[in-house]
């Protein structure tokens, strides 16, 4: 099948809270392998798989220590082979993190470059330098980490001496690479080919916009890194680099990209000759109201184009609270009138059902929209964020690394409830999990769902079913419906068959549906209007 990718459901699985198969409390490929029949009747085309390469897991696997080797935690590379043959079995195509920018700390190549001393051809595989001041105490420059602190961290010299320091963009058991090296690029092509000579159909690419920094690593305003954007930044000829290694294998290997720029800058990795889709962030930025989402879709159908390339919409994913509380965590309408402003911004505990109902109008939206489609594990469910873990619990390096300020990321990586209606819910045959997983999660179990008509698990393999059949979704040409008032989504998806109107209703008044067959809506009709917070597809009569 040409170009699969294009139009592609992408199952994200985070594989320490998928399935746990060895009792150990963490998930693990064996887990995954034995859900997969979950996946397929789920509907997906591909997995991909957060990284389970050889780490000391301070960032849960991207600090990897050995690219070409299992974690234990995880399993073996047997057991890496297995998953591969019994996906590809139900024809779900399988893709892995690649994290290209930094190593661990505990990779034999930054192990070396300490040991190897200032100047060594082993420290310009990373970003050494000189620190400033008296005794170059001081780190080379302000640049700050995204975990917090700063991005330099000091060696200690083979002789004992205090000595140089090395950047890193996140933790500091997460030392840069330097790109401007061709070793690197030589050792990162060789991994790929590593992982795609094992039947791997693709790669999600880590900070992929950021490989390159100023080698000057000059100070800024505000400590933010400086990193060449722009169609002639050096970064793209690593791209082009990876393309080839991809294309030289057969079956349509692909490269996701995950960056967090301006969609025009997106768009340069997605040049014909560099890599195949981009997460489009601005989605999972937008909403739920009808103006943010139509402008995240324009933005990015409209960058895209004059390269020739597909979105990839996505609402959910590890780094992000969950859809399901962010939509709950609304700003309010207030009584008051306050001049030129319709609402006024009041943080509340997050409203679920409120979440969860504007959730379901999001998915007929994510789902609809052409372009590929990335799903995170438990997505399908509803599950919310979990947002009450005792401090004393807390894994994500975010939490140390901001002195206890940020409480990061383990409240969307809580371990998914398949069964039964107490934790551990089948994720594992310990009661102690890596993290714990609320009680009231009961009604939230792959079990529960699947036997409930009206749960998010039924809308999710409707909407997916629905999808296939009708190529509209996901894949015609969208027109919008300019007379739609500005509270309401409404646009057409056309191919040469048949056209599918998707509806999305964001205020308070019921809209009338056009005529047509509905094919699904996200909460029953009233009186056969589409309610507030709802959305639907109908297929048009031609
Ligand atoms: C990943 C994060 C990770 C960071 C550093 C991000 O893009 O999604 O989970 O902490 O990169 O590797």
């Keep these: 099948m040409a170009e699969w990718w294009r139009d592609a459901i992408v199952y994200q699985i985070y594989p320490r809270s998928f399935a746990d198969a060895n009792g150990d409390g963490v998930g693990d490929l064996r887990g995954i392998t034995a859900r ?38 995880f399993g073996t590379l047997a057991d890496m082979d297995v998953l ?37 051809p082993e420290r310009a595989r990373y970003h050494f330098r000189d620190g400033r ?20 961290t000091r060696v ?92 030289a294998y057969p079956g349509d290997r692909i490269g996701v990209i995950e960056t967090g720029a301006d969609d025009e800058i997106v768009a340069l990795f997605l040049r014909p000759g560099e890599m195949h889709l981009a997460f489009s962030f601005r989605f999972v930025h937008a909403g739920p109201d009808a103006a943010s989402l139509r402008e995240a879709v324009t933005r990015t159908l409209a960058a895209n184009a004059p390269v020739g390339a597909s979105a990839t919409w996505v609402t959910d994913n590890h780094d992000t609270t969950r859809s399901v509380t962010r939509y709950g965590s609304l700003t309010k309408l207030v009584g008051a009138y306050i001049p030129g402003e319709r609402r006024t911004k009041v943080v509340t505990a997050p409203d679920l059902a409120a979440g969860a109902r504007r959730a379901r109008a999001v998915a007929l939206l994510l789902l609809a929209v052409p372009g590929a489609a990335f799903l995170y594990q438990g997505q399908e469910l509803g599950l919310p964020n ?67 008509l009206s749960s998010m698990l039924t809308l999710y393999r409707d909407a ?16 919008w419906d300019e007379a739609a008032s500005p509270d309401v989504l409404a646009f ?44 639907a597809w109908v297929r048009r009569r031609s």
């Design 36 to 73: 997969l029949d979950y996946l397929a009747d789920l509907g997906v085309d591909a997995l991909w798989l957060g990284p389970v390469f050889a780490s000391p897991q301070v960032d849960h696997g991207y600090d990897v220590a050995d690219y070409r080797a299992i974690d234990p935690l």
């Design 84 to 120: 591969i043959a019994a996906a590809h079995a139900r024809g779900i195509r399988v893709t892995l993190d690649f994290v290209p920018n930094h190593t661990s700390d505990q990779h034999p190549w930054f192990r070396t470059a300490v040991e190897a001393g200032r100047g060594s």
């Design 133 to 152: 001041g008296p005794g170059g105490n001081r780190p080379p420059s302000n640049w700050c980490a995204v975990f917090g602190g700063s991005s330099w």
């Design 156 to 247: 200690t010299e083979p002789d004992g001496s205090p000595g140089q320091w090395y950047y890193h963009l996140f933790a500091a058991e997460q030392p840069d690479l330097n790109w401007a090296n061709p070793e690197v690029l030589a050792e990162f092509c060789d991994v790929l080919r590593f992982w795609l000579d094992r039947g791997v159909d693709g790669f999600r690419i880590d900070v992929a916009d950021g490989l390159i920094k100023d080698p000057a690593f000059p100070d800024t305003p505000d400590g933010s890194p400086i990193i060449p954007k722009g169609a002639d930044s050096p970064v793209h000829e690593v791209y082009r680099a990876f393309r080839r290694v991809l294309d």
């Design 386 to 452: 979990v947002d009450d873990l005792p401090e004393s619990l807390l894994q994500d390096p975010i939490w140390e690394r901001s002195g206890h300020t940020v409480r990061g990321r383990d409240g969307c990586r809580i371990p998914m409830p398949w069964a039964g209606d107490r934790p551990p819910f089948g994720f594992s045959a310990s009661p102690r999990t890596w993290l714990p997983m609320p009680d009231s999660w009961a009604g939230l179990t792959v079990e529960a769902e699947a036997a409930d």
């Design 464 to 479: 997916l079913r629905l999808r296939r059949e009708h190529r509209a979704l996901g894949r015609g040409a969208l027109r």
């Design 492 to 535: 057409d998806l056309a191919t040469a068959d048949e056209t599918v109107r998707v509806v999305a209703n964001f205020g308070t008044t019921p809209v009338t549906l056009p005529a047509g067959e509905l094919l699904v809506a996200s909460v029953p009709l009233e009186e056969g209007r589409l309610p507030r917070d709802a959305a």
